[in-house]
């Protein structure tokens, strides 16, 4: 049976290295798709994915539980993707990436999410993002973007307003 973040932490922390492999395998495929929201290439969002899991395990041992896991990397891959960001005048997604809202269709096509994305405000994007991108509860993304929870619920939601509107 694999184990929950906290005990694979625990393990990593008393020096069992090699339940490392296991925390990255979890986590790696949603923390590069979230880098790819971000970067203009796949070779950079690769590059920051490495980045956020060398962050995590460079200061695993002072790591103490105070939110969910999967909150606190999120937390660090979105720190480096901002740093990304401000070296970027545009924003623009290359990979095949969807958004998805109960209240808003499926959308996949690269150019139409580029587009619909473009509308929004960088504070809104990245609400979309991490809530129907990446399906975070807003609880996790007001921990990751150190904003309260009702803050990132109105921006979800004047931004499924504006992308309803436009699509």
Known sequence: MPLNDEK???QIQRGNIEYANELIEKHY???LRYCTWHCHNTDRA???TQE???RVFRDIDSYE???SFRAYLYTI???LCID???KQTTFKIEDNISIEDNNLKKVEDRDQINFLLNLLNPAQREAIILHCGEQLSFREISQI???PARTVQSRVRVALTILRKEK
Do not use: W
Request: hydrophobic share 40%; charged share 25%; glycine share 4%.
């Open 77 to 79: 891959a979105h720190h």
């Open 46 to 48: 690769e590059d920051l």
């Open 52 to 54: 956020t899991f060398l």
């Open 8 to 10: 694979l932490i625990l």
């Open 65 to 67: 539980q105070r939110g």
């Open 84 to 86: 990304e960001n401000r």
């Open 29 to 31: 495929s949603s923390i």
């Open 145 to 147: 973007l150190d904003i």
